[in-house]
């Protein structure tokens, strides 16, 4: 089935700085979504991507839908504490389908 | 306010007994899901449905079973918890399908002793 590779697995950065994670994909996705897991509790949507080419802000986070629709990208820029968690990009695993398919996280630790 | 709640949100539980996670949604949303999720690790899916008496299994095989009588409720159950059962089930709910997104609960850590 389709797959969703994600890189790094896991960073370590100070606070303040910038981070950059992506996603990519042996298949065409239509659909880009990018999500934010606390400790502890369950992933909450960050931002939905929907155009290739796409550029989409949400506060300090942008996020980027490849052109070749096989990848995307998302950055952090002046890193806080509360950015820590993982950050899961996922898509639908084929046109119309009903079911995401989640890529296996980049977690983000932040030293103060 | 619309939402997806989950409990217990801990459960620490010995083995062989019988337990039920509650999931339910104010939201009205046909779409629901269960993950398994191992500490700071991939979601897993291990039970799905698009509707009312309508479930189907995921990905990951389960020895959870499901059910689907209302819309806005989808509990998980357990018939005989083990130790390889400790793990945090995560219940989502969408409207759309894949492309709008999932609406996740806060979860369930289950552990089982």
């Known amino acids: 089935g389709q797959q969703l590779n994600q890189s790094p697995q896991s960073m370590f950065i100070q606070e303040g700085e910038d981070v950059s994670m992506n996603c990519t994909s042996s298949?065409?996705?239509?659909?880009w979504l990018w999500y934010k897991q606390d400790p502890g509790e369950g992933p909450v949507l960050l931002i939905a991507l929907y155009k290739a080419g796409e550029l989409t802000s949400n506060g300090r986070l942008t996020a980027q839908f490849g052109i070749t629709r096989k990848d995307s990208f998302l950055n952090i820029s002046a890193s806080i504490p509360s950015d820590v968690g993982i950050y899961f990009c996922?898509?639908?695993?084929?046109?119309?389908?009903?079911?995401?398919?989640f890529g296996q996280g980049t977690r983000l630790t932040i030293n103060p | 306010e619309a939402d997806i709640y989950q409990t217990p949100r801990y459960l620490v539980i010995g083995t062989g007994k019988k337990i039920t996670l509650e999931c339910s949604q104010t939201?009205?949303?046909?779409?629901m899901y269960w993950y398994q999720q191992d500490p700071g690790m991939e979601l897993h899916l291990i039970h799905y449905s698009y509707g009312v008496n309508s479930t189907e299994k995921g990905d990951l095989s389960s020895e959870s079973t499901v059910s689907r009588i209302r819309t806005e409720h989808f509990p998980l159950t357990l018939e005989s918890a083990r130790p390889s059962h400790t793990s945090q089930y995560l219940c989502?709910?969408?409207?759309?399908?894949?492309?709008?997104?999932?609406?996740f609960g806060s979860g369930t850590r289950l552990t089982v002793v």
């Open positions: 298949s065409i996705f239509n659909t």
């Open positions: 939201m009205g949303h046909d779409k």
């Open positions: 989502a709910s969408s409207e759309w399908g894949g492309a709008g997104g999932y609406t």
């Open positions: 996922a898509g639908p695993g084929s046109t119309g389908a009903q079911k995401l398919v």
